[in-house]
């Protein structure tokens, strides 16, 4: 059993910037595929970004492209979203996930464990 943790998320104007950050309970942690998804009101939680277990693939929706960076630090059990040049279209809960796997997926039902998620609010 993995726990996930989020934090960092909170109000930001448009074309600001927040870190997330997502801490694991357990040493093994970097036996884990991590993925980043978001849900919207009234929409499906979608994917944002992967990253493989070794840190070295990354993948990301194609919205955000250039804005957005996915890390992880196994040392500290946590993986990162970095998050630039936000848009109100950006507000919503932020998912990280982890999955016993080598490379991160887009797909939801991939991932075997998830955090609560943090809000994210970016005002116009």
């Known amino acids: 059993q993995v726990q996930l943790v989020e934090s960092g998320g909170g109000l930001v104007q448009t074309g600001g910037s927040l870190k997330l950050s997502c801490v694991a309970s357990?040493?093994?942690?970097?036996?884990?595929?991590i993925g980043w998804f978001r849900q919207a009101p009234g929409k499906e939680r979608e994917f944002v970004a992967a990253?493989?277990?070794?840190?070295?693939?990354?993948n990301y929706a194609d919205f955000v492209k250039g804005r957005f960076t996915i890390s992880r630090d196994d040392a500290e059990n946590t993986a990162y979203l970095q998050m630039n040049s936000l848009k109100p279209e950006d507000t919503a809960v932020y998912y990280c996930?982890?999955?016993?796997?080598?490379?991160?997926?887009?797909?939801?039902?991939?991932?075997?464990?998830w955090g609560q998620g943090t809000q994210v609010t970016v005002s116009s």
């Open positions: 996930a982890a999955r016993w796997a080598f490379a991160g997926s887009r797909i939801k039902s991939d991932y075997d464990y």
């Open positions: 357990r040493r093994s942690f970097s036996n884990y595929a």
């Open positions: 990253i493989s277990r070794n840190g070295i693939t990354t």
